[in-house]
């Protein structure tokens, strides 16, 4: 949510591959959240509202081979539909090329619409849903 600060994300660490590996993201995240490559962390507070965007965060190691995983983020600002966030789980600590995860997202409703179940995978005010999705 815009305004909100983020709770610290740290992304999979690679494994395998040659030599060590340096990590990048793209597109550059949103406005206020940074990527900091050396811990694979996501931090901050977003300042803008943004629709869902896709994101790559990829690892290469020192010949070049490189694996990938995709997300999405959401910055919402209606009042009405405030979340805050609660915790996360089952975020794997390493991941390997083609390898899915699925991760737990524990929001808590702070706003005045009332949350609704929609397609059994995500929990968000009636015509909108409010996701994170792993890749």
């Known amino acids: ?13 690679a494994t395998g ?11 550059e995240p949103p406005a206020g959240v940074t990527f900091t490559a050396s811990s694979r962390t996501l931090s901050g507070k977003p300042t803008a509202v943004q629709e869902a965007a896709t ?3 990829t690892a290469t ?3 070049s081979a490189t694996t990938s995983l995709t997300f999405s983020i959401e910055v919402r ?17 390493t991941m390997t090329a083609g ?17 609704t179940t929609t397609a059994a995978t995500s929990w ?12």
């Open 1 to 13: 949510m815009k305004e909100t600060a983020i709770t610290s994300l740290t992304l999979p660490e």
């Open 77 to 93: 600002g209606s009042a009405s539909d405030k979340a805050s966030f609660v915790s996360f789980s089952d975020v794997p600590s």
């Open 99 to 115: 390898e899915k995860a699925t991760v737990t997202v524990t929001m808590k409703n702070t706003g005045t619409t009332t949350w």
């Open 61 to 63: 190691d020192t010949d």
């Open 55 to 57: 994101y790559t965060y």
């Open 124 to 135: 968000g005010p009636p015509a909108r849903t409010t996701t994170r999705r792993g890749g």
């Open 17 to 27: 591959g040659s030599g060590g590996f340096t990590y990048s993201l793209s597109p």
